[in-house]
């Protein structure tokens, strides 16, 4: 008898299920928003990267309504043969002058958009380092480049100077590789650290702004604005699926650059392009990020108001109770308590369920130690950031014997 070489999938499963790290999907209903429906309840939605409240905005679906109506549903081929739309172009106009940068390249989505980047920028003769909580897609893109890819502690520039120091002058060339925000903690990269070692080192630099674009900044323009580093020699990437409402990515920087990357980058040149609805959508977010500060600024008001009832809240909850619940240090709308074990973090997304709010329990190996990852949004009201501490105060109070 043939023996099944698929066989190895359940007891792979098995594993999964026993780790308490088993994962499956659940449908949101409806529109986007603070408050969704999830298997026909409505729940405070603190689940979404949607941190300027755009993608339900009847702003981005009308103008993706409209470029539909122009120009159909797909662009139908790679940009470089028949996918190129004039939206296209528009929106990379727009982000550039988000950005402040000469020139900016939009992909089919941010995976793509860094896969693509980084995989173009450096190969076999090259040096990659690599903040270690950096997301997926710069640890798969800095794999395909076939570079020499070394790992640094998470934001620590003193060993990433020592990793310089001893394998720099080895590779042809360099590549510093960072996101801006950090997606599953929510603190921020030491940028003009890093960006004082790249020029140091004759080494280029590469920022995710994935989580920053939109919400950090005088104007939004992300961490590069917020430090003060507008104008410098970084390469910027990011998605358009987050603070944006659409979907996407793209890259920013010097008009060489993207015109490189628009020739090298197989993530751009191998795939279709961006639909025009949600090219449209995209363009309608960075107009209103552009003109509408009041949304950014009511989103942090968000932030601080939770964190000031969170930090005292986990210490009187670990203080009081038999888990320990510790808010994380955050500079961004992502905050995440963190607790001991799968099963507990699970067990407190479940009791949160419950109380009608949609907090997501993250657990290894997404991350190195489980917690409640939780998204302000600017269309959270005050009573929804009170609902939520509320919930999560009776939840601790249930005692868990896992």
């Keep these: 008898m043939t023996a099944n070489p698929y066989a190895w999938l ?15 999907v659940q449908a949101i209903e409806g529109r ?11 729940v405070l939605n603190f689940g979404s990267n949607d941190y300027l409240g755009l993608a339900g905005d009847d702003r981005l679906i009308q103008a993706a309504l409209a470029a539909t109506q122009a120009y159909g549903t797909g662009s139908t081929g790679s940009r470089l043969v028949s996918g190129q739309r004039a939206l296209h172009e528009q929106l ?6 988000l950005k402040q940068t000469e020139a900016a390249l939009v992909f089919s989505s941010g995976y793509l958009a860094n896969l693509g980047t980084v995989s173009a920028l450096v ?21 395909l480049s076939g570079a020499t890819v070394l790992n640094y502690a998470h934001c620590d520039v003193v060993q990433l100077q020592q990793l310089l120091e001893q394998h720099r002058e080895r590779h042809r060339r360099c590549l510093l590789l960072t996101d801006s925000v950090f997606s599953m903690d929510g603190d921020l990269c030491p940028l003009p650290e890093l960006l004082a070692l790249a020029e140091t080192f004759d080494a280029m630099l590469l920022v995710d702004e994935a989580h920053a674009t939109g919400v950090l900044g005088t104007t939004g323009a992300g961490c590069v604005e917020h430090f003060g580093c ?41 795939t279709t392009g961006l639909s025009p609805a949600d090219t449209a959508a995209a363009l309608a977010a960075v107009t209103i990020v552009q003109q509408d500060p009041d949304r950014r600024a009511q989103l942090w008001q968000n932030v601080t108001q939770l964190k000031q009832a969170l930090q005292p809240l986990s210490q009187q909850l670990t203080a009081t109770t038999d888990t320990a619940i510790t ?12 607790v001991g074990s799968p099963a507990i973090v699970l067990h407190l997304g479940t009791l949160l369920r ?13 991350v190195p130690t489980s917690r409640l990852r ?16 509320t919930a999560l105060s009776q939840a601790m109070q249930v005692r868990w014997d896992g």
């Design 10 to 24: 359940e007891s792979a499963l098995t594993t999964i299920h026993r780790a308490d790290w088993y994962r499956s």
């Design 32 to 42: 986007s928003g603070a408050v969704v429906q999830i298997a026909g309840q409505p």
């Design 92 to 97: 990379e106009q727009a982000i550039a002058s």
């Design 123 to 143: 190969g076999k003769r090259d040096l990659i380092l690599s903040d270690q909580y950096n997301h997926s897609s710069l640890k798969q893109g800095a794999v």
């Design 230 to 270: 507008t104008g410098r020699a970084i390469v910027q990437v990011g998605t358009l699926s987050k603070a944006l409402g659409s979907l996407g990515g793209y890259v920013a920087g010097s008009a060489t650059l993207i015109d490189y990357l628009r020739n090298r980058a197989a993530g751009f040149i191998y």
């Design 327 to 338: 808010l994380l240090p955050s500079e961004s709308p992502i905050l995440c308590l963190q």
């Design 354 to 366: 419950q109380a009608g709010i949609f907090a997501p329990a993250i657990r290894p190996p997404t």
């Design 374 to 389: 939780l998204t302000l949004m600017a269309t959270h009201e005050c009573k929804h950031l009170q609902q939520f501490t």
